[in-house]
Every structure is written in C-alpha cells, then in structure tokens.
C-alpha cells in the first residue's frame, strides 16, 4: 500500500505538471492568435484609412479647383470695378448731356447682369454647401489625424468600434 501511496503522489505531480505545460502552451498560441489579429486589424486599418482618405484629397482638390476658378472670376470682375466706374461716370456725363434716358437704360442694365452674377454666385455657394454636406455625411462624422504618434481615424461622439467583423475577406470595424 504505502508504494500506491508514492505513485498517486507522482501521478498527481504528474497532473500537475502537465497541466501547468498545457497551460503554458494555451497561453502562448492564444499571444500568437492576439497578436497576429491585432496586426491583420492594424493592416486592415490603414488600407481603409488610405481609402477614405484618397476620395477626401480628391473631393478636396475638386472643391479647391472649382473655389479657386471661382475666385479668379471675382477678382476679374472686382478688377475692373475701376474701369466699370470710370466708365459709367463718362456715361453719366454723356447721359446728362444726351438726356436720363440713356443712363436710366445703361444702369438698368447692369444691375440686372450684376443680379444675375449674384443668383449665379448664389447657386454656386449652395452647391458648394450642399457637398461639403454630402462629403461629410459620406464619411459618416469620421476626421483622419496625423501627428507624430502615428496616423488615427476620429470617430464622430458617441459611437465605438467593435473589431472582429469581416467585410467579405477583409478585416473590418463595426461603429455602433
């Protein structure tokens, strides 16, 4: 009996053992599962990033290109605001000369084509809006950061971000 005694002893250091190794190996491939998840979010992460931040360069350059012909055509036309006035003074002097009727018809005139680039403007200022509207709620809320830490992708208050979801076979991060 007492070498009974010895083997349930060495069989439950045994256990013991075994189990503390089972363990040990459990812990280690679950650190080699995190981590390769975290890399594959991280990798999934950026191309998204890179994505989303592409359409915004390219609607932003858009948006520069058509704001800046837009203010060559203010400065155009404020440009030569001098010559408009110089002009209608000579054309009032003329007018009072040939009779009001001559300024009345020339002034009219202008301010109908000044109402008319003012319209012009207007619709282009609501256009201009109404997609930088459409570019924010395209992203959702979301603003891209990059500083010195590293790239980061801000998401609208409120809202979290849940990892583990898939899109197709891409890695993806569910807002909610």
Do not use: Y
Not at 4 to 12: P, V
Not at 168 to 176: I, N, S, Y
């Amino acid at each position: 009996m007492p070498n009974t005694g010895n083997s349930l002893t060495s069989l439950a250091e045994r256990m013991r053992a075994k189990t503390e190794q089972d363990r040990q190996e459990l812990e280690a491939l679950t650190r080699q599962q995190f981590d390769a998840l975290s890399k594959s979010l991280q990798q999934s992460s950026t191309a998204a990033l890179r994505t989303t931040e592409a359409a915004i360069q390219e609607k932003l350059g858009k948006l520069e290109e058509h704001i800046a012909s837009r203010c060559q055509t203010l400065s155009w036309t404020f440009g030569r605001k001098w010559l408009q006035a110089l002009l209608l003074s000579m054309a009032l002097l003329a007018g009072t000369a040939l009779g009001g009727w001559g300024v009345v018809t020339l002034l009219t005139h202008r301010v109908k084509a000044l109402q008319g680039e003012i319209q012009s403007l207007n619709v282009s200022k609501t256009e201009l809006e109404n997609t930088a509207g459409q570019l924010e709620k395209r992203t959702w809320g979301l603003k891209l950061l990059e500083n010195q830490e590293g790239r980061f992708i801000i998401l609208p208050p409120k809202t979290s971000a849940h990892t583990g979801w898939t899109v197709g076979k891409q890695q993806a991060v569910k807002l909610e």
